[in-house]
């Protein structure tokens, strides 16, 4: 195991370089390519998630174009990267994703409870667990095929508990507990042969097919390991304490997107920053990439095209735009947001490049905004052109044919006609002040979990 030592040095970063750290940069300079890659508090990392932005990208937006006490608002939430380094940096926030997973995650981030406090609620279940009569737990081979059964019988236990209420109605220390197991459900062996995650060796970012995972499974012999879930769960608690959660807890609903943002929910000219990524057109479908982590939140029959889960998950995320769709999709959540933002307020929008199979990237955010910005009562501040080497980037996909991955994403930075934000905050400071550069009781209560 990596010892709290080396996890807490790599993370610390005080300033950035005046050149791209990652191969990666901006068409106005490295911006946050020049910070470190594990720039960010520690909680960023409670569940890695395909097709998500850094923390130092939000970062960035938040501290060029808000105050603390601002209000800052992402309508497509995901994994809750701006709901989290909003709140540590000093602003209010909203966030709002109607994936089952993003939701939880994001209000996990947005409002923490203490560390002490998701221990106790843990400690509970378990003492549950022990009393309770184990049996065979009544689940899929998908799902069966992935866990060691002692492994299984606890996670079982624990997803009846956490499935007792709504997700909308789950307290902060269910969402934490909920937030930090989705995080460790599945990934890759170390070298050792060892693993912090729970199933057979697989990717962590995303969930690959049911089949396809059956097949490897065969032809590598691979064997789950028994895990104890509590206790990888308060490993995993811990590591995302190692930063303070001091802030103004947050707000996250699980809406449509422009619907939030035209109710009363959010108030006219209230928003001082929208920072969000929408979903890139026809590139991660958000059910399939997390069938497993839905299962735990009791989103069953994801995995297969056939399966019950799939069809809701599909009907309520809307995987399947064509260009015409998509346009409007932006065009509504754009005029939300021009109805939400104050006088000064900016939007920081990424849309992701797409390509069709032998030709050039198609420049989407670029081309939406041609086609609807005259729409949307906004104007165009700047657009930034984002590159990464294409191995880091997940795949693109332009109309029904999987195509070429790209290695741009564009910014669209939007502001309201005769705003004053037109140069924001000179320098951004890349100062972490929620670490405490030295070990805190949370960096030595790491320690002695390794």
């Not at 802030?247 to 006219?268: P, Y």
């Not at 590139?283 to 997390?290: E, L, R, S």
């Not at 029959?301 to 995320?317: C, M, P, Q, W």
């Amino acid at each position: 195991m990596t010892t709290a030592v080396e996890w807490s040095e790599d993370a610390f970063f005080e300033a950035p370089e005046r050149s791209s750290i990652d191969g990666g940069t901006t068409s106005i300079g490295p911006l946050w390519h020049g910070a470190s890659p594990r720039w960010g508090h520690s909680m960023h990392t409670m569940c890695s998630y395909h097709g998500m932005f850094p923390a130092k990208l939000a970062h960035y937006f938040i501290q060029r174009y808000s105050q603390p006490g601002d209000l800052v608002v992402d309508p497509f939430s995901g994994r809750g990267t701006v709901a989290l380094q909003a709140r540590v940096e000093g602003r209010r926030v909203i966030g709002n994703d109607l994936s089952p997973l993003a939701y939880v995650l994001s209000r996990a981030k947005a409002a923490p409870p203490s560390w002490s406090s998701v221990l106790e609620k843990l400690a509970t279940v378990e003492r549950s667990y022990r009393r309770a009569t184990a049996g065979d737990p009544d689940v899929s081979n998908d799902i069966r095929m992935l866990y060691h059964p002692n492994t299984l019988r606890q996670l079982t236990f624990i997803r009846s508990h956490l499935l007792k209420g709504a997700l909308t109605a789950w307290g902060p220390q269910t969402l934490m507990i909920a937030g930090a197991l989705t995080g460790i459900m599945h990934g890759a062996h170390r070298r050792d042969g060892s693993s912090q995650y729970l199933s057979i060796s697989m990717p962590n970012t995303f969930s690959m097919s049911p089949t396809y995972v059956a097949k490897f499974i065969e032809q590598y012999g691979l064997v789950a390991p028994d895990q104890n879930v509590f206790e990888c769960i308060r490993d995993k608690v811990a590591r995302l304490y190692l930063d303070a959660i001091t802030g103004t807890d947050g707000v996250v609903f699980a809406e449509d997107a422009a619907v939030l943002l035209s109710s009363r929910a959010i108030k006219r000219r209230s928003v001082d920053l929208v920072v969000t990524s929408p979903p890139y057109l026809q590139v991660v479908n958000y059910g399939t990439a997390n069938w497993i982590r839905l299962w735990l939140l009791g989103v069953d029959e994801v995995g297969r095209d056939s399966g019950a889960g799939r069809k809701t998950i599909n009907a309520a995320l809307d995987h399947r735009h064509t260009y015409a769709t998509y346009r409007h999709f932006i065009l509504r959540a754009l005029v939300g947001i021009e109805r939400v933002l104050t006088k000064n307020g900016v939007a920081a929008i990424v849309i992701g490049d797409v390509a069709d199979p032998g030709k050039e990237a198609v420049s989407l955010a670029r081309k939406i905004w041609d086609d609807v910005g005259g729409e949307t009562g906004l104007e165009l501040l700047e657009l930034i052109e984002d590159d990464l080497p294409v191995d880091k980037k997940v795949s693109r996909i332009w109309g029904d044919t999987k195509g070429q991955a790209t290695d741009r994403d564009c910014i669209l930075v939007l502001t309201r006609p005769g705003s004053n934000a037109t140069a924001g905050v000179a320098i951004v400071d890349w100062d972490e002040p929620y670490k405490d550069a030295g070990p805190d009781a949370a960096h030595e209560r790491l320690r002695r979990l390794s």
